[in-house]
């Protein structure tokens, strides 16, 4: 345990920042896995419906630096890629 009160501020922190983050976390994988499972399903047009969201709480976990702006960009591209029905042609 910590001994100074600095070091138990500090531990403190971390709590509260660590059950904050794992939140974000939650959010982040619940809402991209709705919009595959609704993309796997072949329901584009309400997959279409909720990429707003997914861009959304992408873009709002960059903001608050949780991930990089580079990441959110390459998972928004890559999930808007699944959206578009392909060409099986290998």
Do not use: H
Not at 49 to 66: H, N, R, T, W
Request: a positive charge; zero cysteines.
């Amino acid at each position: 345990m910590p001994i100074t009160k600095s070091a138990q501020k500090a531990l403190r922190q971390s709590i509260r920042r660590r059950e904050v983050n794992l939140g974000r976390k939650k959010k982040m994988r619940s809402e991209i896995n709705a919009f595959k499972k609704l993309v796997d399903a072949g329901k584009f047009e309400e997959a279409q419906k909720a990429l707003p969201g997914v861009y959304q709480a992408l873009d709002k976990l960059a903001k608050v630096k949780f991930i990089k702006k580079g990441k959110a960009n390459r998972l928004k591209s890559r999930l808007s890629k699944r959206l578009t029905p392909q060409s099986k042609t290998q």
